[in-house]
């Protein structure tokens, strides 16, 4: 069973930085690509950035790009976000899952393998003004 855990979650003034990691086990990790997503309370869990399987490129939201970027290192089976330029919009459960085999088409609403059932308990980002 896949098994993700997120963390480097903090609390941080709007223009600062974190760096989030997410270790994952219980899989091939360089057989996926990989994906960031954030929750708020009230809305829907939504993608924030993909890193791609074999080629590392990575795809962003809106909203982040530019600010943020995404990498990987598959032989330590861990994901990461480096979140620069922070914003109060950024404020967010950040979690992390596999995607599949590509990345998909529109980053905001990718969503996780179908196999993938089991959600990290995520690490909580929040920007203050």
């Known amino acids: 069973q896949v098994q993700v855990e997120e963390s480097g979650g903090d609390l941080v003034q709007a223009g600062g930085s974190l760096r989030l990691s997410c270790k994952a086990s219980g899989l091939n990790f360089d057989r996926s690509a990989w994906g960031w997503f954030r929750q708020t309370p009230g809305k829907e869990r939504e993608g924030v950035s993909c890193v791609a399987r074999l080629t590392d490129n990575t795809y962003y939201a809106d909203s982040v790009k530019g600010r943020f970027a995404a990498s990987r290192d598959n032989a330590k089976s861990t994901l990461y976000l480096q979140m620069n330029s922070l914003k109060t919009g950024d404020t967010a459960m950040y979690y992390c899952?596999?995607?599949?085999?590509?990345?998909?088409?529109?980053?905001?609403?990718?969503?996780?393998?179908?196999?993938?059932?089991?959600w990290g308990q995520g690490t909580q980002v929040t920007v203050s003004s």
């Open positions: 899952a596999p995607v599949g085999a590509v990345c998909p088409r529109i980053t905001t609403t990718m969503t996780p393998r179908p196999s993938f059932t089991s």
